[in-house]
């Protein structure tokens, strides 16, 4: 199992970026996958995921509205489309993935804003997101 994400860098407030991350290992479709970020000095937390039994999909009360989550399986790939970006959003984001289903299956849909980190299998490396002028 292995999970790349890439897609970040350096953005003026307001602007937009979109984060990949590619897996390996899986089929996408029958996991559950999130995106996750650690902003400096502070504990990773959930940003949005998609669940694996009926792909709905979670979003941080902070990024609703804003952030989107879509996959595309035949590429193995889960998207992160990041718009309106803010100061804030500043963190390396990482995406991981539920490989066990124990995750989803006692946290729900939103698993990802409620399980504890270290309940998630496999993650990628981390990519760092910078938003300042």
């Known amino acids: 199992v292995q999970l790349q994400a890439f897609g970040g860098g350096l953005v003026q407030p307001g602007g937009s970026l979109r984060l990949s991350c590619l897996t390996s290992?899986?089929?996408?479709?029958?996991?559950?996958i999130g995106w996750f970020r650690q902003a400096p000095g502070k504990e990773r937390e959930g940003v949005s995921c998609i669940s694996s039994t009926d792909g709905n999909t979670y979003y941080a009360d902070s990024v609703k509205g804003r952030f989107t989550i879509s996959s595309d399986n035949a590429k193995n790939t889960v998207y992160l489309q990041m718009n309106t970006l803010k100061p804030e959003d500043t963190a390396v984001y990482y995406c991981?993935?539920?490989?066990?289903?124990?995750?989803?299956?006692?946290?729900?849909?939103?698993?990802?804003?409620?399980?504890?980190?270290?309940?998630?299998?496999?993650w990628g490396q981390g990519t760092l997101v910078t938003v300042s002028s």
């Open positions: 991981a993935v539920d490989f066990s289903g124990s995750v989803q299956a006692r946290y729900g849909n939103n698993w990802c804003g409620r399980a504890p980190i270290g309940r998630i299998d496999y």
């Open positions: 290992g899986f089929t996408l479709q029958y996991y559950g």
